[in-house]
């Protein structure tokens, strides 16, 4: 089989908004830690409040994307010319003043966003200096950034579509094996509980089972992969390792992890959707809401 000749003939295919409901890791997520959530979020369309941790981490997506693109792409020298520092500044400041202008108020102040912005400025150099020790040049190739997923996960709601963009697909010619980026950003690094957590981690579990789907590749020749920056390193760290502001994570992505994750998203679907169409299944929203406890999770602000 030849995967490269697999993937570059396929054609995904557009979302038809008027008679498809699309779903993403996102909703399976806040559906499986707190329905409460989930229903304001989906159902009754609370958005959620604009957040600086979001502004900064799609300003470093796309400047660590962007830059991808132009090594492997353009070629080093290309890349090299790139100003990815004026590039994540720019992008950050402009994307909390859209926030800002939607909200109609600052909602960080102006020693947050120097620290953000330092912040930024500081995984950046890091990762200019180190990035030969995660990404070569040599014998791999990029396949796509914000490649795109789109299918019905559940063979009996046709129209119930997962939506996802993956953050870079590369291709290993050594190896012959495709390797999933997903780019986070986090103040610290993961922790062994991060790690452990499957909710956080299950969403690469389903990138590696439906990009196999979608693009007629064998999902035994996928790896997923976590690329983890850290805004923050400890200023006597105890171990050589604790300086970096990179940290790379496997997530367990076997077949029973895979159906396990597979399950989850069928129970989901069957749970929110009436039987067999895209349409929301109030009724049994609400009453699985009213035997729901709300959940434990500190970090939900439905449940606060």
Known sequence: ????????????????????????????????????????????????????????????????????????????????????HSDFQERFLALYKADVDKKGEHFATQKELIEFTNDGLNIIDFFLKYRQDHFHKHGWKLLGIEMPILLAPHEDYPNVKLMGKLDLVMFDETMHRVVIWDIKTSTRGWTKYDKENKLKTSQMVMYKKYFAEQYDVPVESIDVRYFIVKRKIPENPRYPIMKSRIQKFEPSSGKTTQNKMVKNMRAFIEDVFIDGTHMYDTDNIDRILAETDKCSSKWCQTCK
């Open 1 to 84: 089989m030849n995967i490269i000749e697999n993937i570059n003939k396929t054609v995904v295919p557009e979302m038809d908004w008027a008679t498809e409901k699309n779903i993403s890791y996102t909703q399976l997520s806040a559906w499986s830690e707190c329905p409460h959530r989930w229903k304001q979020m989906y159902i009754d369309k609370i958005k959620q409040p604009p957040s600086i941790h979001l502004s900064f981490g799609t300003a470093m997506h796309e400047t660590l994307q962007e830059y991808m693109e132009l090594m492997y792409n353009k070629g080093q020298q290309h890349a090299d010319e790139f100003d990815a």
